[in-house]
């Protein structure tokens, strides 16, 4: 009995299937096993920190380091949002949730904080508009911010977190498009404005 052959073209397009198939069951897990690892910080943070109504004056310098790898949490109320937010932003950290840039400056020092996220999991952050109220949760205190405005920029511009003296600033980057996961060619950045408490220092903008 004369053997089939398979079509080279039928060949590829099963591979194709194949490899489509092993590359969406690992982004499922993927997602899931960090959406998991991030509700399991996210209740760490709850438990050892609770909740902050206010930032003192004077904020002891060992309370700025991470612990147990969590900097700070962030909070959203529009989008129902909260994350704690650990140290780094290479992709051990970011496969989970959000991390602080560690060249950027910590909630209540002049200049900009830097928070990046994997697209996947800010899919609904351009609900943001001008005035919306964004809150940084810390060991010392609770930080609110103001959105700005946003902007989509090249993956090499590097002025989003370039440290401003003059001011005290929220800066939150992601790749874009938001659904285009790990094929994203640009970057989301949104900026806000620390508006409490109050910076009392000459120049706050």
Known sequence: MPTRRVHPMTAFWAL??????IL?????????????DQQHLNQQWRYQVGSRDAAPRAVD??????????DFAIRIPKLDYFA???EGVDSGVLYAGPGH?????WPGDPGTVGVAAHNVYWIN??????????????RYGLYRYRVAGSEVV?????????PDSNGYHLTLT???????????????????????????????T
């Open 24 to 36: 969406l069951a690992t982004f499922g897990y993927g997602t899931w096993k960090g959406q998991s």
């Open 61 to 70: 310098p060992k309370l700025k380091r991470p612990v147990d790898g969590v």
């Open 84 to 86: 704690a937010i650990r």
């Open 16 to 21: 194709c299937m194949v490899t489509g198939i």
């Open 154 to 162: 090249n993956p090499d511009n590097r002025t989003a977190l370039v």
């Open 174 to 204: 992601t790749c874009w498009p938001l659904w285009a996961g790990a094929f994203a060619t640009q970057r989301y950045v949104i900026h806000t404005d620390q508006v409490w408490p109050v910076p009392m220092r000459p120049g706050y």
């Open 125 to 138: 952050f351009p609900k943001l508009a001008r005035g919306d109220e964004i809150d940084l949760e810390t």
């Open 101 to 105: 840039y560690p060249a950027t400056r």
